[in-house]
């Protein structure tokens, strides 16, 4: 299958910092990539899809200038938590689709995880 | 009431077990149903992927979907500790972008 990367695997910051998550497809080139959050034990959430040079969708109730989104190439999405607070600590997971754009096929990354002090 | 609900365990099974996991949803319109497997601390892997009724089978993995009753399922036979994983189903209905997940069911197969 396609791969995708995401960089880094974990991070810990202070509150008030802010944090990049990268991710990269390898093998193939994503026009549209995808930012899911996922808190223990719950199902993936999607907060944003990310469109190779336009603005970032974004999911009712995530808040756009928080959670900035950069698709600056066909094979980067950047994800930007700005001044994290502990209530942002979570598993942070981006996808990339191949294919038809109707056929729904998704290849995630290895996740990031945030922790915020 | 969730889109796609899926309970979620923990599933325990010795190994050689076969497994069933299952996933009902309420959105008519999907078309295409996917299993994916999760490790700890780990993004989802694709499994298996259909398109509407039917079942297609990957080696020991079985994927069902039966669109009349609205149930999908997922069968491992000869399951092994290294299945031990969160299995999430989702729906897509084949336009826009959003794939709507279950909430996973944790597998632990022991020795």
């Known amino acids: 299958g396609a791969v995708v990367s995401q960089h880094p695997s974990r991070v810990i910051c202070k509150s008030g910092t802010s944090v990049k998550i990268e991710c990269r497809s390898l093998d193939f080139q994503a026009t549209t990539m995808f930012w899911y959050r996922q808190f223990p034990k719950q199902s993936l959430m999607l907060m944003a899809t990310s469109n190779e040079g336009s603005k970032a969708t974004y999911e009712q109730g995530v808040e756009k200038d928080k959670f900035l989104i950069n698709h600056a190439s066909l094979t980067l999405s950047t994800l930007t938590v700005t001044s994290a607070h502990p209530e942002d600590s979570s598993f942070y997971i981006c996808?990339?689709?191949?294919?038809?754009?109707?056929?729904?096929?998704?290849?995630f990354g290895e996740g990031s995880r945030l922790t915020v002090l | 009431q969730k889109e796609v609900e899926q309970d979620p365990g923990p599933l325990s099974v010795p190994e050689g077990a076969i497994v069933s996991l299952n996933c009902t949803y309420s959105?008519?319109?999907?078309?295409?149903f996917m299993w994916y497997r999760q490790y700890s601390r780990k993004g989802p892997e694709l499994l298996m992927y259909?398109?509407?009724?039917g079942n297609k089978e990957d080696g020991r993995f079985t994927a069902q979907v039966d669109k009349s009753s609205k149930y999908i399922s997922l069968f491992i036979r000869d399951s092994q500790p290294s299945d031990s994983a969160t299995y999430l189903c989702?729906?897509?209905?084949?336009?826009?972008?959003?794939?709507?997940f279950g909430t996973g069911t944790q597998l632990k197969v022991e020795l």
């Open positions: 259909t398109y509407s009724s």
């Open positions: 959105n008519s319109a999907f078309q295409y």
């Open positions: 989702a729906g897509f209905t084949g336009g826009g972008n959003k794939l709507t």
């Open positions: 996808s990339a689709k191949t294919g038809g754009a109707n056929t729904g096929e998704l290849f």
